[in-house]
């Protein structure tokens, strides 16, 4: 895995938390059609579920396509496609690119590489608004932004198969009277011939690495049909994340006060429940619980339904956890919380955990019920928990390192 690359760590080293500066790392991955294969599996498990939640994005030109969104998000991927070709094939062989964000969500196998890479831009630090993994493909020439600048520091890995070129502004680089102000992009022009001079220009192979600071404008232009992963660290934001913890905690009690009629109303039923020492007690377990969440999906959004196994681990397999932090437990005032990739097993009871936790290297499913025994003695219950482990994709399939990846999608959905 490519996150034990000397240059890859120095580049963390020099930069990380903020990355504030252009790096470009020439063939930093090793395998791109690897990461490729895993974007291919989440983009055929999200539009092959007709699930909820897809964040996609089709585009013609420099303008948002409904019609080739909504083909683009019922057509899956046919066995053996790659995903220029999907785009091509829904797109009529017309020009177009397509963005998906989150698309870590739709597969394990994904989910599990892009938390290693997001843990590894973030050392010994808690990403405490999250991230975003996104994938851009395109079979058009320039992107549909123009020449445009990110809220926040984009970290893009090119996969090919066409290169792909980008130009990357100084910062104050292009005046304010040289741009347009897009009521859906902000400050952008795409007044290329005129602006191009003043930028550096960077030749992307598959492979590729290049790191585009928060607020630098920059333009993609592809030379041929590709695709890229790209990796968005959302800075912290108190007041959000204290706006998302009170609404989690107190939103059901809120609900339950019914429909306010005035301001008044309102402010009774605030103060009611900010006063009231039961709705108070739980919030330390609330804050606990949206962490552990948080961490053990590799602070990012927890895998969709749609990504999950079915059934049972096999019965004679050796297992080992997904990947470090998979699985947390927080103590309640009545019951333990058991969280594995940001999702909650919930099994009733408040029970000790240490020696399930404590678990490292290979293990069996006897080794499991083994740990679990003591604390659950209901097999149905430790069977129960097993599964979910399992489901959600905390248990894997022996100690296979991260940087073994399948070489086909047949092999990537046998793995995650």
């Known amino acids: 895995m490519f996150v034990q690359d000397p240059r890859w760590r120095q580049f963390v080293a020099d930069h990380a938390p903020r990355y ?3 790096v470009f790392l020439p063939a930093l991955v090793p395998s791109p059609s690897a990461f490729s294969e895993r974007i291919t599996a989440a983009v055929t498990s999200a539009t092959s579920s007709g699930a909820k939640g ?5 585009f013609r030109g420099s303008e948002f396509d409904f019609k080739l969104t909504e083909r683009l998000s019922r057509t899956p991927p046919t066995d053996g496609q790659s995903l220029t070709e999907w785009l091509s094939g829904a797109a009529d062989g017309r020009p177009a690119c397509v963005a998906i964000n989150d698309v870590s969500s739709w597969d394990l196998g994904l989910a599990a590489l892009a938390q290693s890479v997001v843990r ?3 050392p010994g630090r808690d990403l405490v608004s999250g991230a975003d993994i996104y994938t851009f493909i395109a079979d058009v020439e320039w992107t549909p932004f123009g020449i445009h600048k990110d ?5 893009i890995f090119h996969l090919g198969p066409g290169l792909k070129e980008l130009w990357v502004w100084p910062s104050g680089g292009i005046g304010q009277d040289q741009l347009f102000e897009n009521p859906s992009l902000g400050r952008v022009s795409f007044d290329f011939e005129r602006l191009l001079p003043g930028a550096s220009r ?3 192979r598959p492979g590729d ?12 232009r592809n030379v041929g049909p590709s695709m890229f992963l790209g990796v968005t660290l959302f800075p912290p934001d108190i007041r959000k994340s ?3 913890l009170m609404v989690g905690h107190f939103g059901a009690r809120l609900e339950e006060a019914g429909e306010p009629c ?5 402010s009774r039923t605030v103060m009611d429940v900010l006063r009231d020492p039961e709705a108070l007690a739980g919030l330390a377990t609330t804050m606990e619980l949206a962490a552990a969440k948080q961490r053990t999906a590799g602070y990012l959004r927890a895998p969709k339904a749609a990504a999950l196994r079915i059934g049972a681990p096999p019965a004679d397999a050796t297992l080992a956890w997904a990947y470090t932090g998979v699985v947390e437990c927080v103590a309640g005032a009545d019951r333990t919380h058991l969280v594995a990739r940001g999702r909650e097993i919930v099994f009733g009871g408040a029970v000790n955990l240490d020696e399930l936790l404590a678990l490292d290297g290979e293990f069996t499913l006897r080794d499991l019920d083994a740990v679990l025994a003591p604390q659950l003695d209901d097999e149905d219950r430790r069977r129960h928990v097993v599964n979910a482990l399992w489901r959600l994709g905390a248990l894997s399939l022996g100690r296979a390192p991260s940087s073994a990846l399948p070489t086909t999608r047949a092999a990537c959905a046998a793995s995650a």
Do not use: N
């Open 262 to 266: 005035s301001f008044a109303d309102v």
């Open 120 to 122: 590894s831009l973030v």
């Open 54 to 58: 897809l964040r996609l994005r089709g």
């Open 242 to 244: 204290f706006s998302d």
């Open 20 to 22: 504030e500066e252009t």
């Open 151 to 155: 809220d926040e520091p984009s970290l």
């Open 202 to 204: 960077y030749t992307l």
């Open 209 to 220: 690495f290049v790191c585009i600071p928060q607020g630098r404008y920059h333009l993609f």
